[in-house]
Nanobody
Framework: QVQLVESGGGLVQPGGSLRLSCAAS????????VGWYRQILGKEREWVAS????????SYADSVKGRFTISTDNAKNTLYLQMNSLKLEDTAVYYC??????????WGQGTLVTVSS
């Protein structure tokens, strides 16, 4: 069973930065894609960013493009999300996600990011 463990959430002021990490229990190269989603209280979970670990091809939601950067350290089996210029509306629980070539899907437990002055 694949396990994904997020860390790095916390409280930050508007305009600040945070880096989220997601440690996978297996080789990150075994996944077709890995990515980040977020869920604001009372709303549906939304996609934030994805990366193909083998090619490092990335994609971003329009709401975070230019502010967030997704990356992997394949040697450490870790996914990152560097979040800069954070806004109040970025406050959410952030979830790590992975999808395999056989379309199996795994989720982390989530890490809370709160942007507040």
């Amino acid at each position: 069973q694949v396990q994904l463990v997020e860390s790095g959430g916390g409280l930050v002021q508007p305009g600040g930065s945070l880096r989220l990490s997601c440690a996978a229990s297996t080789s990150i190269l075994s996944f077709l894609t890995v990515g980040w989603y977020r869920q604001i209280l009372g709303k549906e979970r939304e996609w934030v960013a994805s990366i193909y670990p083998d090619s490092s091809t990335t994609s971003y939601a329009d709401s975070v493009k230019g502010r967030f950067t997704i990356s992997t350290d394949n040697a450490k089996n870790t996914l990152y999300l560097q979040m800069n210029s954070l806004k109040l509306e970025d406050t959410a629980v952030y979830y790590c996600n992975s999808r395999t070539w056989s379309r199996d899907e795994y989720w982390g437990q989530g890490t809370l990011v709160t942007v507040s002055s």
